[in-house]
C-alpha cells in the first residue's frame, strides 16, 4: 500500500513533483514530509490521504518551525487517528470522514451475493463528510 501526498492550489497546472508515494508508516511519512518541505518553500496546503500521514506532516512541519494553520494547511482522509500518536502541540486534523459502517454493510452483501452467485459486482457511491477542524485556515492568496 501507498499514499500519494496532494498538494492543492487554486489554478496552478499538476506538478508530479508535488506527489509523494510513501508506504503507511509514519517514519517514512515524516522523512517524505521533510523532503517535500524543503524542495518547495511556498506550499500553502497539503491533503494526506490518511490522519496518521496528516499528522507526521504535521510533525515535520513543526520542526522545521512552520505553524499549523497560519503557514501551511493540512487536510487528512479517514478520521481514524491511532490516540498513540502524539505530536506536541498538535492541532486537531481537519479531515474527511467516510460513511465506514454503511461501506462495511454493503461489502458484506456484495460478498455474500457473490458467493451464492446472485448478483455480479456493482459500483457504489458513498457520502463524505468534511470535519473542519484546526490544521486549515482560510486560503492565503
Same mark, same amino acid.
Not at 64 to 79: T, Y
Not at 90 to 95: A, D, E, V
Given at each position: 500500500?501507498a499514499?500519494?501526498?496532494i ?8 506538478d508530479?513533483?508535488?506527489?509523494? !508515494? $510513501?508506504?503507511?508508516s509514519?517514519?517514512? @511519512?515524516?522523512?517524505?514530509? &521533510? ?7 511556498d ?7 490518511e490522519?496518521l ?11 522545521k518551525g512552520?505553524k ?7 487536510v487528512?482522509?479517514?478520521?481514524l487517528?491511532?490516540?498513540?500518536? !502524539? $505530536?506536541?502541540d498538535?492541532?486537531l486534523i @481537519?479531515?474527511v470522514?467516510? &460513511?465506514r459502517?454503511n461501506?462495511a454493510?454493503?461489502a ?12 455480479e459486482?456493482y459500483?457504489?457511491?458513498f457520502n463524505?463528510?468534511?470535519i473542519?477542524?484546526n ?5 492565503r492568496r
Amino acid at each position: 500500500m501507498a499514499i500519494a501526498f496532494i498538494v492543492v492550489d487554486n489554478n496552478i497546472e499538476f506538478d508530479p513533483r508535488l506527489v509523494k !508515494i $510513501v508506504n503507511y508508516s509514519f517514519d517514512e @511519512t515524516y522523512e517524505c514530509s &521533510a523532503e517535500l518541505l524543503d524542495e518547495f518553500d511556498d506550499l500553502t496546503a497539503v491533503f494526506c490521504s490518511e490522519d496518521l500521514m496528516a499528522a507526521a506532516f504535521i510533525n515535520a512541519a513543526k520542526d522545521k518551525g512552520l505553524k499549523i494553520p497560519h503557514d501551511i494547511s493540512v487536510v487528512g482522509f479517514d478520521d481514524l487517528l491511532p490516540d498513540n500518536i !502524539i $505530536v506536541h502541540d498538535m492541532p486537531l486534523i @481537519t479531515t474527511v470522514r467516510q &460513511a465506514r459502517q454503511n461501506m462495511a454493510t454493503q461489502a458484506v452483501y456484495a460478498l455474500i451475493n457473490q458467493i451464492h452467485g446472485r448478483e455480479e459486482p456493482y459500483n457504489l457511491t458513498f457520502n463524505l463528510d468534511l470535519i473542519i477542524r484546526n490544521s486549515t485556515a482560510p486560503r492565503r492568496r
